[in-house]
């Protein structure tokens, strides 16, 4: 069967998109459109901006959601899912690449997400760091005996998890991680701690906007970060999408539960290879690729 996957934030590189652009009228239109949904342009940044212009957050999420949604309808036929799953904000380029939002849906959803999570940032210093080399029970042990709030909030591939917390309560854990075995336990250049219960005030907020939009049933069924299996009712899928701030991304999970259920090739669709390369190290025996656009 044939799985789509979907980069979340840290795959944004300058003049994404750029080729998409300029190459096929369907995303020349969605782009445009995007830049009046947003209410500026962000066709600017992405395709001229530096390093840090692509770091702000209102633009960030948008940008890899742009390419990755773009990316997805401008391959026509080739474009066949059969499951699909996203890695944390790409779980909303997954709905709408299955048909379960719209595209101007999904980028609103986006940009919101965007702001209420960099205000829930504001609220209180948290930051995120990467475990390598421990077993998540350890690893789980450890974060729940730390004193204040430190969390596991990605299950990227089997030894790499990245937790989420209290600046103070990170650096301990840490600490006590490396004691442990950890081949590193370093602190992440992030604004805050994303999937952990610091969010919220952003999970309430995007709550709100998720309620009030329309969800379709899906084209097929997505592998939702909170849950892993797959789900198609619209309202499993609103629950799911309304935890997801919150909740770890249980993304190795959900990767191996879409083979479990047939999947044996993987099509990453988006910026960069993150999710080609955690696939190698959580099953080598399923094969992937990036998806490519080829101008006729």
Not at 2 to 16: D, E, R, S
Not at 42 to 59: C, N, P, R, Y
Not at 252 to 281: C, N, W, Y
Request: net charge negative.
């Amino acid at each position: 069967m044939k799985a789509y996957i979907f980069p979340g934030q840290g795959a944004q590189f300058t003049g994404m998109g750029l080729d998409l652009y300029e190459n096929s009228d369907v995303a020349q239109h969605l782009f445009e459109d995007a830049n009046g949904i947003l209410g500026f342009h962000i066709t600017d940044v992405m395709f001229e901006g530096s390093a840090d212009d692509l770091k702000q957050t209102k633009v960030t999420q948008p940008a890899i959601f742009l390419h990755s949604v773009i990316l997805s309808k401008v391959l026509g036929d080739k474009f066949q899912p059969e499951m699909v799953a996203g890695h944390s904000l790409g779980e909303l380029s997954a709905l709408v690449a299955n048909g379960t939002l719209t595209f101007e849906d999904g980028l609103k959803l986006v940009s919101q997400r965007a702001l209420a999570m960099q205000k829930a940032c504001e609220i209180q210093p948290s930051t995120m760091a990467a475990v390598l080399a421990l077993e998540d029970e350890v690893v789980e042990k450890i974060c729940k005996e730390t004193p204040g709030i430190v969390v596991p909030a990605n299950y990227n591939c089997p030894g790499q998890i990245v937790i989420s917390g209290e600046v103070d309560a990170i650096n301990a854990a840490c600490e006590t991680l490396k004691e442990a075995g950890a081949r590193r336990a370093m602190v992440l250049p992030v604004g805050g701690a994303f999937h952990s219960p610091l969010m919220e005030p952003a999970r309430e907020e995007l709550a709100a906007a998720i309620e009030n939009t329309i969800f379709n049933t899906p084209t097929c069924p997505i592998y939702q970060n909170v849950t892993t299996t797959a789900v198609t009712n619209p309202t499993e899928i609103k629950k799911n999408l309304m935890s997801q701030l919150t909740a770890p991304v249980k993304w190795t999970q959900s990767v191996q539960q879409m083979i479990a259920d047939g999947a044996s090739h993987f099509t990453e669709v988006g910026p960069g290879k993150v999710l080609q390369g955690l696939l190698r190290k959580i099953d080598r025996s399923v094969t992937s690729e990036g998806a490519t656009f080829e101008n006729e």
